[in-house]
């Protein structure tokens, strides 16, 4: 089927969490952007962030300290100069979304930002407001987006490829990319200067996640299928505290509850951390999840608890309304009883790679955010460091598309379906979704083996091959796009640890338990560095 749908604009951003909407925000001022976002705008890893954005603000903190802190968890593949440059501009972003309608948290007199605290962070650093900043910044920027002229944000539009031409040179450039109308079926080719991946990232691999359905690694995905370079995908990030509940979907219980006195313990009561880390539960996070997973495994318990009950109950109450909220539906009182909490994927610290302005290695394709691998988590991502990522990414990308232009052949290829037709074995797309996130989860998880990773492998490569010919041969919908693209991903986070032989930040592998200084750099794939394509 060709349907000869095409339209064109200056920013095409696929994605509506914070770095997307940030950098639609600034790019509007010199070009029309079109946003894409697959489902409801509000559906993203931003929206659900609890804790807050990590910035200098307070008087007894200082950049060289933000500095320090995120090279120490980054465990030596932090890029100094990105993370210095980030800390530095961080600051101000934070004004700007506070300017926008962002009502952080202030102290007692209403002036200076009441900071909250974070595992790994050696001060109080992060502006938060209550316990649902992430939807507090998701409402401003996306009230300010809906203000904008030169902004047009298309809601339930996921996209399917990249467009891509061989530039004069051989050079491999980006003019837009495919996207299916989930409404309406249709599949129109949207050309743009720049594309911006913004489409967060890819907890949805894992069976255990604090992600929103949403979290497929799409912009990873497309950017490795046009050739762009990917790095450092082994490096997932397992957030220790998500509620277990078998009526809880991915409820995230923040780490700011140990930053304000929240203890780990085991059924019995036991507190563990402090056989584990100096700084006991509030220890940096692969740490926690690494000791959590080995109590439940040696124990055999479903889960551990993090207990807030020696607390002032009011404080408790009020500085975490949303998860005292959510908690209480579910019959658990945080102020009186241990929230039962499991470690689950939280963020994926590699993506697609970029240079200081989040341009790709494609040219007029850049990445920003979750999806993007700038250099600032290295090896583990410090806490709240994720969305000032994005407010200064997509800050620095919209400046730097000012200056591209665009490339693109004089007609571009209708989609074709071919002789594809309707499913009627929709099951092998729900059967392959659950095996790949089971699969992942027991042998990519928290704890690698050589042996569970060639395990892994081996399900993988005949799992993308029955995912690609039943792609090919059926017509396309929202789920095969995005178990295609979780697949892929899954693939790319299995080649990555299988090249990694160490440990280090958040690759843990039984076969090789320590660091070894003369791996101390980047796992980099692309379509010729060998398996997977
Ligand atoms: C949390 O609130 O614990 C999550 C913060 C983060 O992942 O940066």
């Known amino acids: 089927m060709a349907t000869g749908n095409e339209r064109e604009t200056d920013y095409l951003v696929i994605g509506s969490g914070i770095a997307g909407l940030y950098f639609a925000l600034e790019a509007a001022d010199h070009g029309h952007v079109t946003i894409v976002t697959k489902k409801r705008p509000s559906d993203s890893n931003t929206a659900l962030a609890q804790g807050g ?22 465990e030596g593949l932090c890029d100094r100069k990105i993370v210095e440059g980030v800390v530095e501009e961080g600051p101000n972003h934070v004004r700007m979304l506070a300017q926008l309608g962002v009502d952080f948290a202030r102290d007692k007199e209403g002036g200076e930002f009441d900071l909250g605290r974070e595992g790994g962070h050696s001060k109080r650093r992060v502006a938060h407001y209550q316990d649902a900043t992430g939807q507090a910044i998701s409402e401003a920027l996306l009230a300010a987006v809906a203000k904008h002229a030169n902004i047009t944000l298309l809601k339930n539009h996921i996209a ?20 299916l109308d989930r409404d ?9 200067r720049a594309t911006i991946l913004a489409s967060g990232g890819a907890g949805k691999v894992y069976i ?37 509940h078998p009526h809880a979907k991915s409820f995230l219980i923040s ?30 996070r692969d740490v926690v999840a690494r000791a959590i997973d080995n109590e439940l495994k040696r124990s055999g318990a479903t889960s551990v608890f993090l207990d807030m009950t020696h607390l002032d109950a009011k404080f408790v109450r009020e500085r975490f309304p949303t998860i005292g909220e959510r908690c209480k539906t579910l019959g658990i009182d945080i102020a009186v009883d241990p929230i039962p909490v499991v470690p689950a994927a939280h963020y994926q610290c590699g993506g697609v790679v970029c240079d200081a302005n989040g341009q790709s290695t494609v040219k007029n394709l850049f990445a920003i955010g979750e999806t993007s691998s700038t250099g600032l988590h290295g090896a583990c991502r410090l806490a709240s460091n994720s969305l000032l990522e994005g407010v200064v990414f997509g800050a620095r990308a919209a400046a730097a598309v000012r200056h591209t232009d665009l490339i693109r052949p004089s007609q571009v290829a209708p989609w074709r379906s071919g002789n594809a037709t309707d499913s009627n074995d929709a099951i092998v797309v729900a059967l392959n979704w659950e095996e790949v996130r089971r699969f992942m989860w027991s042998y990519v998880g928290i704890v690698r083996s050589d042996k569970r990773l060639e395990r892994a492998l081996r399900r993988i490569e005949l799992l993308r091959q029955e995912i690609g010919e039943y792609y090919w041969d059926f017509k396309i ?9 979780l697949a892929l991903v899954a693939h790319l986070i299995i080649e990555s640890a299988r090249r990694r032989k160490e440990s280090r930040g958040l690759h843990y592998t039984l076969d090789y338990l320590e660091k070894d200084p003369g791996q101390a750099k980047e796992t980099v794939l692309h379509q010729s560095s060998g398996p997977p394509v």
Request: net charge negative; charged share 20%.
């Open 255 to 284: 780490e700011t509850l140990r930053g304000e006195g929240g203890k780990l313990r085991l059924a019995g009561g036991r507190e563990f951390m402090d056989a584990y880390h100096r700084l006991s539960s509030l220890g940096p």
């Open 53 to 74: 954005i990590a910035a200098v603000l307070g008087d007894d903190d200082s950049l060289q300290d933000h500095v320090d802190d995120t090279l120490r968890v980054g």
């Open 160 to 179: 399917i490829d990249l467009l891509s031409m061989a530039k004069y040179g051989g050079e491999e450039a980006c003019f837009g990319a495919y996207v």
């Open 208 to 244: 255990y996640t604090s992600n929103p359905d949403v979290a497929t690694g799409d912009g990873m995905a497309m950017a490795y299928r046009i050739g762009a370079q990917v790095s450092n995908m082994e490096f997932v990030q397992f957030h220790p505290t998500v509620l277990y």
């Open 477 to 485: 919908n929202s789920d095969i796009i995005e178990l295609r693209n």
């Open 184 to 192: 309406k079926g249709s599949i129109v080719a949207i050309v743009a």
